[in-house]
C-alpha cells in the first residue's frame, strides 16, 4: 500500500535553531498537510498544500509541495519552546475516490532546549 | 465553534472484553472518521462516514471491530473482544461535505486511549 516516510524520527534543537524536516513517498499525491500533535490531544492542521511546487508559510513555518508530487517539506525558523510535539506529514492520495483519504507519516518528534 | 468531542479519554480493559468509543463531530461535517494510532506511530484510518453510509472500512479488523453513525451525528466505535494489540489512541475526525475534488481540512478530537491489559 501507500507509505509515507518521514524523517528526521526525532530532533533535539537548541531555542532559536531551524528545523526542517520532510515526507518522501514513491506514489503520487494531491494534496500534503502538515499537522503538530501536543501529548493527549489531536492533530492540528498547520498548513495544507493543493498544487506540485507551492510554497505557503504560516507564521515562522514554511511547508512546500515537491514538483514531483511524491514528497514534502517543513521549516520552523526561530524555533521557541511551545514548538515542542509531534510534527506529522499526511498525504492526499492521487486516487481515492474523491473521500478526502489521508495517509499518515510516522512523525518527527521535535524537543527544543531553553 | 465546539470541536470534535470524544468519550472516555481513558478506558483500560482486560484482554478479550469488549469497549465503545462515542464521538460527536462539529455541527454541520458530514464525514466523519475513526483512526487507530499506536504509539509511536501516525494516525490510520479505520473507517470513514459520509452522512451515515460508510464510504472506507477497507482497513477496519471486521471480525472485532465495529462502528456506526445511525442518524448520521454522533458515531460508535466498538472492539469486541478487545487483543493485546488494540492498545492505542482512537482518534475521531470530522470534516464539512465533499465536492468532487475538492479536499476539506480533517478536525481531530482529543482521542480516547485505550490499555488492553
Known amino acids: ?114 | 465553534e465546539a470541536g470534535v468531542a470524544q468519550s472516555p479519554r481513558y478506558k483500560i480493559i482486560e484482554k478479550r472484553q469488549s469497549v465503545a468509543f462515542w464521538c460527536n463531530p462539529i455541527s454541520g461535517h458530514a464525514t466523519l472518521y475513526w483512526y487507530q494510532q499506536i504509539l509511536g506511530q501516525g494516525p490510520k484510518l479505520l473507517i470513514q462516514f459520509q452522512n451515515n453510509g460508510v464510504v472506507d472500512d477497507s482497513q477496519l479488523p471486521k471480525d472485532r471491530f465495529s462502528a456506526e453513525r445511525l442518524k448520521g451525528v454522533d458515531s460508535t466505535l466498538k472492539i469486541q473482544p478487545a487483543k493485546l494489540e488494540d492498545s492505542a489512541v482512537y482518534l475521531c475526525a470530522s470534516s464539512p461535505r465533499l465536492a468532487e475534488g475538492d479536499y476539506n481540512e480533517q478536525f481531530f478530537g482529543p482521542g480516547t486511549r485505550l490499555t488492553v491489559l
Open chain 1, 1 to 114: 500500500g501507500q507509505q509515507l516516510n518521514q524523517s528526521p524520527q526525532s530532533m533535539f534543537i537548541q531555542e532559536g535553531e531551524d528545523v526542517s524536516m520532510n515526507c518522501t513517498s514513491s506514489s503520487i499525491f494531491n494534496t500534503w498537510l502538515w499537522y503538530k500533535q501536543d501529548p493527549g490531544e489531536g492533530p492540528v492542521l498547520l498548513i495544507a498544500l493543493y498544487k506540485a511546487g507551492e510554497l505557503t508559510s504560516n507564521g515562522r513555518l514554511t511547508a512546500q509541495f515537491g514538483i514531483t508530487r511524491k514528497d514534502s517539506f517543513l521549516n520552523i525558523s526561530a524555533s521557541i519552546p511551545s514548538d515542542v510535539g509531534i510534527y506529522f506529514c499526511a498525504g492526499g492520495p492521487e486516487f481515492s475516490g474523491g473521500y478526502n483519504k489521508l495517509i499518515f507519516g510516522a512523525g518527527t518528534r521535535l524537543a527544543v532546549h531553553p
